[in-house]
């Protein structure tokens, strides 16, 4: 599997082109629904619109689906026929809720497992790519699973003033917990390959 797992685009596109190769004018599904509760008036936020163009501009051929209006089998006809999958942040249980529903696991073993589409995520959806997540809820650790394909909690846009009060509070628990993390910041992605993974940037 290839996965790249980030906090942001903007720094560490160019990291795409250089483990996967010249994709240019191949297809790219761009899921945006973990954004879903963040639209208004269905307008898409302009995050989302800011990836879009950044992956457009690496790639040309850019499709949107939206996992609401398709359902098992015709979300994983139309994921089979595509050369790469994109899925932005956001709102992390809603969506896995939501991808839970769609079979988005048998997407995650059929294809991202054992055939390799390229699969990239940012923000909160690169963190449900681990085994498991330890939240507080509030003021108790509880335990949720995800899709165990690497082994620690990812915590994205570290260094970010807006996340330093929430990381002051929950790294010292999670350490205490002794809980696997990554740190990750706008300017890393981690990229990974079968069995292992490296940090880029």
């Known amino acids: 599997m290839q996965l790249f797992l980030a906090s942001a685009l903007e720094y ?19 899921i945006s629904n973990p954004a879903d509760l963040d639209r208004k008036w ?5 995050w989302v619109i800011w990836d879009k163009n950044m992956l ?8 949107t689906i939206d996992i609401r209006e398709l359902k098992n089998d015709g979300l994983f006809e139309v994921i089979s026929n595509v050369d790469l999958l ?10 896995k809720t939501l991808a839970d529903e769609n079979w988005y696991q048998k997407i995650i073993n059929e294809l991202i497992i054992k055939k390799w589409l390229p699969y990239i995520s940012t923000s909160a959806w690169s963190c449900v ?6 939240y507080l809820d509030p003021g108790e650790f509880k335990i949720e699973q995800w899709y165990g394909l690497i082994n620690a909690m990812i915590l994205p846009h570290w260094w ?3 996340f330093k009060e929430e990381y002051e509070e929950v790294i010292p628990k ?14 890393q992605v981690i990229y990974v390959d079968s069995n292992w993974y490296e940090i880029l940037g």
């Open 129 to 134: 790519m681990w085994t498991s997540i330890k």
């Open 42 to 46: 269905d307008i898409e936020p302009r």
């Open 12 to 30: 560490v596109k160019d990291f795409f082109v250089e483990k996967i190769g010249n994709i240019k004018w191949k297809t790219i599904w761009f």
């Open 160 to 162: 970010s003033e807006n």
């Open 56 to 63: 457009k501009s690496l790639w040309g051929i850019i499709k």
């Open 86 to 95: 994109y899925v932005s942040g956001w709102n992390t249980r809603y969506f």
């Open 174 to 187: 999670l350490y205490n917990e002794s809980q696997n993390i990554i740190t990750l910041n706008d300017r």
